[in-house]
């Protein structure tokens, strides 16, 4: 499975941005799809899941309410809607794909990785 994700960019605080991710390689509605994030000098974390038909999602608390994941499966590809971004949510973000199974936060439960793209919210 190769995962390719794009969107990222610079934005100032209040903004907003759509992260995407497509897959190929696999049968996409058999991958539960993640976004994790890494900002600087900090560990990878957790940020959004959803399972395979997009009925079931999950976020972590900080961006609840401002960060929308969802999935279309005649396109390959998963998003990360975020809005009212601040300068902490700056971080190379990663789509991330498990075969089946979604949902977990632990980033060893995924079996393939983007390469990530680099947001930036400056204040």
């Known amino acids: 499975v190769q995962l390719q994700a794009s969107g990222g960019g610079l934005v100032q ?3 907003s941005l759509r992260l995407s991710c497509v897959a190929s390689g696999r049968t996409f509605s058999d991958l539960g799809m993640a976004w994790f994030r890494r900002g600087p000098g900090k560990e990878r974390e957790f940020v959004a899941g959803i399972s ?11 961006v609840k309410g401002r960060f929308a994941i969802t999935r279309d499966n005649a396109k390959n590809t998963a998003y990360l809607q975020m809005s009212s971004l601040k300068p902490e949510d700056t971080a190379v973000y990663y789509c991330a794909a498990a075969t089946g199974k979604y949902g977990s936060s632990v980033f060893t439960s995924y079996d393939y990785w983007g390469q990530g793209t680099l947001v930036t919210v400056s204040s």
């Open 13 to 15: 605080a209040g903004g």
């Open 52 to 62: 395979f038909g997009g009925g079931v999602t999950t976020y972590r608390d900080s």
